[in-house]
């Protein structure tokens, strides 16, 4: 059948939720818009290998196997939670089959690393786990000094997979890779052996993304993983999973979906649309290597493990129902506040730890204006 009869067709009839949905919340007809914002999307080939409670999957072309679902940084390191009670959190995550472990170098002001530092240096915690951490300075020196502090935090003599964090702005792409930009420092670090694989990440624009994997084409780079948020909003506004998510597939780079329930406390859920697996199944059903999600009690880490064991590939049919019950809320980008606001935006409000502008810059106006 041609896409634009089948449409029609789910118009008219109002197709029903799948199976998993249909204890959740009734679903509305479906509209051609959420059936359109569907058929854009990339979809996983197969749910991944499930080993016990967890689903694991490739990470792009790295040649690691590692957890669908990441354990993020943020969370575990808030300060409503005591240490032994975040360390706690990480090992039962790790015993129930978590290996990826989201951070950043600014997480809680350095306390995220630190925990997982604590964490991993017990019971030979290290080895179980793929560490993944970000940077945020854009040129080499802070950059460097960013590197060794997160070394020292994490108690380990590398890290997985390292990051350019917050790549918000037009103007960060050329930073790194500029000559004495952060780029520098993260390479450096690799060929050392301090530093595994290289990615980077950003929440605001998809074009902001698109544009930093041109510029490392430009330098002759490849990153090995990116990351931004797919979630049930995104679908509908700026949309990274439409956008950037299959310039990803073809270059066979790792897919890092931040951002589940929309940042903060789970602030998709407060749109009253759509249920907390719901959410993580969505993100799953994209050719995501890592869902990362925030867990800061026992009952979201066990939500983690149920929406992996329950995950099954969704057809384009229950994609566009799923999506159909955020659309109206989500085509504004209200709940997505990272798009629209400088709330998420940690960098901007802590510029020093991008470091100053490069020497080039400097040389053609040493005078910033005003």
């Known amino acids: ?20 949905f249909s204890q959740q919340s009734a679903t509305p007809a479906l509209s051609a ?26 990470l792009g072309r790295t040649g690691e196997t590692v957890s669908a679902i990441g354990l993020g940084g943020s969370h575990i390191g808030k300060a409503s939670l005591k240490d032994d009670e975040s360390i706690r959190l990480i090992h039962q995550a ?7 472990l989201d951070n950043s170098w600014d997480y809680n002001e350095g306390r995220s690393e630190r925990l997982v530092g604590e964490a991993l240096a017990q019971g030979g915690y290290r080895n179980k786990v793929f560490v993944m951490t970000k940077i945020d300075g854009r040129t080499k020196d802070v950059a460097a000094r960013q590197i060794e502090t997160s070394l020292q935090r994490l108690k380990t003599d590398h890290i997985d997979l390292l990051q350019h964090h917050e790549v918000l702005r037009f103007d960060d792409p050329d930073r790194i890779f500029a000559e004495g930009g952060g780029m520098e420092a993260v390479v450096a670090a690799q060929k050392a052996g301090k530093v595994r694989f290289i990615g980077f990440t950003g929440h605001k624009d998809p074009h902001v993304h698109l544009y930093m994997l041109e510029v490392a084409a430009k330098h002759g780079f490849r990153f ?3 990351q931004m948020p797919l979630n049930v909003m995104d679908a509908h506004f700026r949309s990274f999973a439409q956008l950037v998510v299959p310039k990803l597939v073809e270059q066979e780079i790792g897919v890092l979906g931040m951002k589940p329930f929309c940042g903060g406390d789970g602030i998709a859920l407060k749109s009253n649309t759509v249920q907390p697996i719901e959410c993580l199944h969505y993100a799953l059903n ?7 999600t925030g867990i800061d009690k026992p009952e979201v880490l066990d939500q983690a493990f149920q929406a992996a064991k329950t995950f099954r590939v969704m057809d384009e049919q229950q994609i566009a129902s799923l999506l159909a019950k955020t659309q109206q809320a989500a085509m504004d980008g209200r709940f997505e506040l990272f798009k ?10 802590h510029p020093d730890w991008l470091g100053a502008d490069t020497p080039q810059v400097q040389e053609l106006a040493p005078q910033l204006p005003g």
């Open 224 to 226: 090995d993983t990116v």
């Open 94 to 100: 790790i015993d129930r089959g978590i290996t990826f």
């Open 340 to 349: 629209t606001t400088s709330h998420f935006d940690t960098t901007a409000r």
């Open 1 to 20: 059948m041609e896409r634009r009869k089948f449409f029609q067709n789910v118009v008219a009839a109002g197709l029903a939720t799948s199976t998993a």
């Open 286 to 292: 994209l050719p995501t290597s890592v869902v990362i």
């Open 33 to 58: 818009n959420s059936g359109a914002d569907a058929a854009r999307l990339p979809r996983a080939a197969a749910p991944g290998e499930l080993r016990g409670e967890m689903l694991y999957r490739k």
